[in-house]
């Protein structure tokens, strides 16, 4: 059974900083590019950033030089620090893993992200 579990989020002033964490389990972790999404209110959901299993990472313009994403393949965990947020950073924040182009990809529960003015 495949689990994709978030962790850290929570509410925070304009300007702060959290870290959101996803534990994996159920799939060959180091395989599998994994990435974070977000939904906001009467929002489709949306890339913020990815990670290749060769730790290639990529980006939404929107988040770039405030976000980052890593892994740790021996936790089978994936971390996304967001630094410099901003109100419209608010948005449920999902875990996925993909396996290669073609392949499954599993979804998280999410976690909720408020950024406060």
């Known amino acids: 059974q495949v689990q994709l579990v978030e962790s850290g989020g929570g509410l925070v002033q304009a300007g702060g900083s959290l870290r959101l964490s996803c534990a994996a389990s159920?799939?060959?972790?180091?395989?599998?590019?994994m990435g974070w999404y977000r939904q906001a209110p009467g929002k489709q959901r949306e890339l913020v950033a990815t990670?290749?299993?060769?730790?290639?990472?990529n980006y939404a313009d929107s988040v770039k030089g405030r976000f980052t994403i890593s892994r740790d393949n021996a936790k089978k965990t994936v971390s996304l620090q967001m630094n410099s947020l901003k109100v419209e950073d608010t948005a449920v924040y999902y875990c996925?893993?993909?396996?290669?182009?073609?392949?499954?990809?599993?979804w998280g529960q999410g976690t909720q992200v408020t950024v406060s003015s």
């Open positions: 159920g799939i060959t972790f180091s395989i599998n590019a």
């Open positions: 996925n893993s993909a396996l290669g182009a073609t392949g499954p990809r599993y």
């Open positions: 990670i290749t299993s060769s730790r290639s990472t």
